[in-house]
C-alpha cells in the first residue's frame, strides 16, 4: 500500500501561483509514475498532469500547457504542482495519484493510489 497526502492548497486571487505538494509513504520500493487530477463541483474528475517515474517526461491537459508544472527530483520523492497564472475555472479539489511502473496514464482508471486531495479556490 502506498498513502498520499497533499497539501499547499487554498484561495488565490486570479492571476497568481500555487504549489501543490504530494508526500508518499507507505510501500515505495517500486517505482510509480504520478499524476494529478481535479475535480470541481458538478463535473467528473479530470487529468490535469502527470510524470515519469523517473521525472525526466511529463505530460499536460491542454487546459494547463503553459501554466503548471509538474515536478519530482526522482523517483520516490515529492510530487510537485507549479500552477501559475491561475484562472478562476481552475477552481477544484486536486488529487494526487500514482500507479505501480514507469510510464503514466491519463485518465483515473489507470492510477490505483490517491490522495484525499486539496482545495484551489481562484477567485476572479
Known amino acids: 500500500q502506498v498513502q498520499l497526502v497533499e497539501s499547499g492548497g487554498g484561495l488565490v486571487q486570479a492571476g497568481g501561483s500555487l504549489r501543490l505538494s504530494c508526500a508518499a509513504s507507505g510501500r515505495t520500493d517500486s517505482s510509480y509514475a504520478m499524476g494529478w487530477f481535479r475535480q470541481a463541483p458538478g463535473k467528473e474528475r479530470e487529468f490535469v498532469a502527470a510524470i515519469s517515474a523517473s521525472g525526466t517526461r511529463t505530460d499536460y491537459a491542454d487546459s494547463v500547457k503553459g501554466r503548471f508544472t509538474i515536478s519530482r527530483e526522482k523517483a520516490k520523492s515529492p510530487l510537485y504542482l507549479q500552477m501559475n497564472s491561475l484562472k478562476p475555472d481552475d477552481t477544484a479539489v486536486y488529487y494526487c495519484?500514482?500507479?505501480?511502473?514507469?510510464?503514466?496514464?491519463?485518465?483515473?482508471?489507470?492510477?490505483?493510489?490517491w490522495g484525499q486531495g486539496t482545495q484551489v479556490t481562484v477567485s476572479s
Open positions: 495519484a500514482a500507479r505501480i511502473g514507469s510510464t503514466w496514464a491519463t485518465y483515473r482508471n489507470g492510477y490505483i493510489y
